[in-house]
């Protein structure tokens, strides 16, 4: 009898916290002018198998087809005149002195993941995992990319990134890059405190899977709880596409 009291309560639970996500609101998200693209570290130690963190990455990423829907949104911004804006990630030899850490942060510290020469200095960065992801390269080394300068841990606190949005009078951020529960996770809700509407794309992105682990699904349900809309890459495009139709 305890035994089936206990099934019957976490079904009941269960139903309960299934119909309240399903009933939670979607505010969505209106595309316009002051609307920009945010990508998230589009480099080589996260997205390619030669990347230092592929082992526990390389499943997500190629079940959501991370690398193609990131290209696809720095496409989208090009077209349709979104702002592109990139967050990275670097580790100097200086940052490797740092007295505690995270355990992620310990854990890209040890594997040498994002790590640069120098701050002034481009020495060995070429095609090493710091470097951009080299289908991305003709997408952000331009005229009109914004590279702000990198986060050290996994949010934009300690970067320009809002203050180069505000300079051009941006206030919608979409968000996409790597990775979901952590770095694109900590744009959004840094973002969001900072008095943006942001948007997710889910499929943009990928997280590491580990054991009694799984970051990309954790992200999905933070996103859902505190973005204004969590789109596809698909349905942005179909939205962009809507929103040049509107103005014509």
Not at 92 to 118: S, V
Request: glycine share 6%; with cysteine.
């Amino acid at each position: 009898m305890k035994i089936l009291n206990k099934i019957s309560t976490f079904i009941f639970v269960l139903l309960a916290t299934t119909t309240a996500f399903a009933q939670l609101p979607d505010p969505g998200f209106k595309i316009d002018d002051k609307t920009a693209i945010l990508i998230t570290d589009p480099q080589i130690d996260f997205l390619s198998p030669k990347g230092v963190t592929w082992k526990v990455v390389g499943k997500s990423v190629t079940e959501n087809n991370t690398v193609a829907n990131i290209e696809t949104l720095f496409q989208i911004g090009i077209q349709h005149n979104l702002p592109i804006f990139v967050s990275p990630h670097y580790y100097y030899p200086t940052d490797h002195q740092w007295k505690f850490e995270g355990a992620l942060e310990a854990l890209m510290h040890k594997i040498g993941m994002f790590d640069r020469k120098g701050a002034l200095t481009t020495e060995n960065f070429v095609n090493s995992g710091a470097d951009w992801l080299p289908r991305y390269k003709k997408y952000i080394q331009n005229k009109t990319t914004v590279i702000s300068n990198p986060h050290k841990v996994f949010g934009p606190e300690t970067n320009d990134l809002a203050l180069q949005l505000r300079k051009r009078g941006i206030n919608k951020v979409i968000i996409a890059g790597m990775s979901a529960n952590l770095c694109v996770e900590s744009h959004m809700r840094e973002l969001v405190e900072q008095g943006f509407e942001v948007a997710v794309v889910k499929d943009a992105t990928a997280a590491a899977v580990l054991p009694g682990l799984d970051g990309y699904k954790a992200a999905l349900t933070n996103f859902r709880m505190i973005a204004s809309h969590v789109f596809t890459t698909q349905e942005l495009k179909k939205a962009v596409k809507q929103k040049n139709k509107t103005e014509k």
